[in-house]
C-alpha cells in the first residue's frame, strides 16, 4: 500500500504526502507497540529488567503517538478544504508547501520524545503506564 502512495503520479497529490508520512509513522509505532512490547511481556520485564530499552521504547511511542495525532488533525484539514474551500486548499497545501507543515508534527513528535515523561511497560498488567 506505501508502495502506491509513493508513486509520482499520487505522490504529487497533497493528502498522500501527509498519508505517507502517516503510514510510516504507524508502521513504526507498530514496531514499539505491538513487536516490543509482546517481547517484554513473554519475557515478564519490568522496568529493572530492561531500564534502557524501556525508557527508549516509551520515550519513541510517546513521540510517535503524538506527532501520529497531528498528522491526523493535518489530513483532516486537508480534506476539508480541498472540499469545502477549494482556493484555499491549495494555496497553503500547494506544492511544497505540504512539506514544510509536515515539519509541524514532526517537531511536535520530538517534543515528545526529548522532553516530555515517558511511558513505562509492565509486565504486571501487560501495559505502559506514565506511572510504573
Same mark, same amino acid.
Given at each position: /500500500? ?11 497529490? !497533497?493528502?498522500?504526502?501527509? /498519508? #505517507?508520512?502517516? &503510514? ?8 514499539? !507497540?505491538? +513487536?516490543? #512490547?509482546?517481547?517484554? &511481556?513473554?519475557? @515478564?520485564?519490568?522496568?529493572? #529488567? ?8 516509551? /520515550?519513541?511511542? /510517546? @513521540?510517535?503517538?503524538? @506527532?501520529?495525532?497531528?498528522? &491526523? ?11 469545502? +474551500?477549494?482556493?484555499? @486548499?491549495?494555496?497553503? *497545501?500547494?506544492?511544497?508547501?505540504? *512539506? ?14 526529548? *522532553? ?5 511497560? #509492565?509486565?504486571?498488567?501487560? &501495559? ?5
Amino acid at each position: /500500500m506505501l508502495d502506491v502512495m509513493l508513486e509520482k503520479e499520487q505522490f504529487g497529490m !497533497s493528502c498522500y504526502k501527509i /498519508m #505517507t508520512l502517516l &503510514a510510516i509513522v504507524d508502521i513504526v509505532s507498530v514496531l514499539c !507497540s505491538c +513487536l516490543i #512490547t509482546g517481547w517484554l &511481556a513473554y519475557q @515478564g520485564a519490568v522496568y529493572c #529488567t530492561y531500564p534502557n530499552l524501556i525508557y527508549i521504547v516509551g /520515550m519513541a511511542e /510517546m @513521540g510517535l503517538w503524538s @506527532g501520529s495525532c497531528v498528522i &491526523a488533525v493535518i489530513l483532516v484539514t486537508n480534506r476539508l478544504l480541498d472540499l469545502i +474551500l477549494r482556493n484555499l @486548499g491549495s494555496f497553503v *497545501f500547494g506544492g511544497n508547501r505540504t *512539506f514544510l507543515i509536515l515539519t509541524v508534527p514532526v517537531l511536535y513528535g520530538f517534543y515528545f520524545v526529548f *522532553f516530555n515523561t515517558p511511558v513505562c511497560f #509492565t509486565s504486571e498488567y501487560h &501495559a505502559r503506564f506514565l506511572i510504573p
